[in-house]
């Protein structure tokens, strides 16, 4: 029964069972669509309350890795992601597949980074640092990123900057309260629980949302699939090899690729329900990554064996 149990509450086991339950409930998951903001703020309260901002003095180790993370997250894999949604879907009648790619390379890293880079032995202090500085810089690049790409018509910023307030200052606000030595112990030991099954239930109205499309448009779901093999695993990979050229360290490697490739398919489908509810091809996108994030972490470690070995 205990090992039963442990293979239910599994990271893997509920993140896959995330994307059948989703596919299989469909158009009946909406209700939790609507409440899909809440879910992701409650799971970023549990998510961050590990995080100290003491571990960010002397300045240096909050800015390096916060600098790198931009650069990777945002730069590098953000506009690539773009480029290649406009190649495809720049024109009517596949315009929101395009929305859906933006708001996804606008969204902050996702969390999964931390848990991912730890189980791989990456550099756990670049993970965390770089996963909740980007959270913060977020609250200036994920509105510009959409007046720039989208125009204020589409996505008013400020009604953006109200749902990353939701999503990311409230909670690191309430967080803070729960790092109260008397509290600690008992959210620490609920954290990992609460952030898997929250997740499960952000990802489910993702999958459901977006089911009919994935059933009745296999084109545009095998060019979004082509898109982001080749911007994750294509230039993941490619990006590790050639760092590991240059003589940087394992530990970062691993850290500084799950940190490029890995965006918050939580955060862009929450904004793709609050600001198009009626068409489910901008969460698309959403859906789509929320699949291959959950295969990175295990053709990657394939990755490492592979190349460590020969």
Not at 118 to 133: A, K
Not at 167 to 181: D, K
Not at 285 to 303: G, R
């Amino acid at each position: 029964m205990q090992q039963l149990l442990k293979i239910i509450n599994h990271r893997d086991f509920v993140l896959t069972l995330a994307l059948v339950v989703g596919l299989i409930m469909g158009e009946s998951t909406r209700f939790l669509a609507e409440i899909s903001v809440y879910t992701l703020a409650l799971v970023m309260v549990f998510a961050t309350t590990g995080f100290s901002f003491s571990s960010w003095w002397p300045p240096r180790n909050a800015l390096l890795p916060i600098g790198w993370s931009t650069l990777l997250n945002y730069l590098v894999f953000g506009l690539s992601i773009i480029l290649l949604g406009w190649l495809f879907f720049g024109n009517e009648p596949y315009f929101n597949y395009y929305i859906g790619i933006v708001l996804l390379a606008a969204a902050p890293p996702g969390p999964s980074v931390i848990p991912f880079a730890t189980m791989l032995r990456g550099d756990d202090n670049f993970s965390v640092t770089g996963v909740f500085g980007l959270h913060l810089v977020a609250m200036l690049f994920t509105p510009l990123m959409l007046f720039v790409f989208l125009g204020e018509s589409l996505i008013n910023p400020t009604a953006i900057l109200k749902i990353m307030v939701q999503l990311i200052v409230i909670p690191l606000v309430v967080s803070r309260f729960l790092r109260h030595p008397k509290v600690l112990p008992a959210v620490s030991y609920a954290r990992d629980t609460v952030i898997k099954w929250g997740f499960f239930l952000v990802i489910v109205p993702i999958m459901g949302m977006s089911a009919s499309v994935f059933f009745s448009e296999p084109g545009p779901v095998l060019i979004i699939s082509a898109m982001f093999i080749f911007s994750m695993y294509v230039m993941g990979f490619g990006y590790h090899i050639l760092m590991d050229k240059l003589g940087y360290g394992r530990p970062f490697l691993i850290s500084s690729t799950l940190m490029m490739v890995t965006k918050s398919s939580a955060f862009s489908a929450v904004a793709a329900f609050t600001f198009f509810r009626t068409e489910p091809m901008v969460a698309l996108p959403s859906a789509v990554v929320s699949v291959f994030v959950t295969l990175f972490i295990i053709v990657y470690s394939w990755f490492l064996k592979w190349y460590e070995r020969k």
